[in-house]
């Protein structure tokens, strides 16, 4: 006995079942797929250097800044598929912020970043530096 193969398809019921189901349960909890993205952080002399995996991201999605005090990498990895085309997915997708504490020597002047291949490397210069010490010169008689 041969069984035939064929292609299961849901009913607009179930689809409209399933949408407002979704849209109940991001409204009440959010989406619960939000993606962050891994995050590493070495030293390099007296630079910092933080890598974050961003795979599916494109660059110009991707802004890093320093606001008070904390470097912050913000971005967005876009799910590419036309949203009828969507099905199950175990890659998250969304709005994403990292953020990470600096130094307080610590300036925007002293941080670049570059990506490649899906990785954002950040790169802190002097970071963890010491704070040399500045010596005053003592006058006699002031």
């Given at each position: 006995?041969?069984?035939?193969?064929?292609?299961?398809?849901?009913?607009?019921?179930?689809?409209?079942?399933?949408?407002?189901?979704?849209?109940?349960v991001r409204a009440g909890f959010g989406t619960g797929t939000g993606f962050t993205?891994?995050?590493e952080v070495s030293r390099d002399g007296d630079d910092a250097v933080v890598t974050?995996?961003?795979?599916?991201?494109?660059?110009?999605?991707?802004?890093?800044?320093?606001?008070?005090?904390?470097?912050?990498?913000?971005?967005?990895?876009?799910?590419?598929?036309?949203?009828?085309?969507?099905?199950?997915?175990?890659?998250?997708?969304?709005?994403?912020?990292?953020?990470?504490?600096?130094?307080?020597?610590?300036?925007?002047?002293?941080?670049?970043?570059?990506?490649?291949?899906?990785?954002?490397?950040?790169?802190?210069?002097?970071?963890?530096?010491?704070?040399?010490?500045?010596?005053?010169?003592?006058?006699?008689?002031?």
């Amino acid at each position: 006995m041969s069984q035939q193969l064929s292609v299961w398809r849901r009913s607009s019921f179930d689809t409209r079942f399933e949408q407002q189901f979704d849209a109940l349960v991001r409204a009440g909890f959010g989406t619960g797929t939000g993606f962050t993205p891994a995050a590493e952080v070495s030293r390099d002399g007296d630079d910092a250097v933080v890598t974050l995996d961003l795979p599916g991201v494109v660059a110009d999605d991707v802004t890093v800044e320093v606001e008070q005090g904390r470097l912050v990498v913000r971005g967005e990895r876009q799910d590419p598929r036309p949203e009828d085309a969507r099905g199950r997915s175990e890659v998250r997708y969304g709005a994403f912020r990292r953020s990470f504490s600096l130094p307080s020597t610590v300036t925007a002047d002293a941080v670049s970043a570059g990506y490649e291949a899906g990785v954002l490397t950040v790169r802190v210069a002097g970071a963890h530096a010491t704070a040399q010490p500045t010596r005053i010169a003592v006058t006699a008689g002031a």
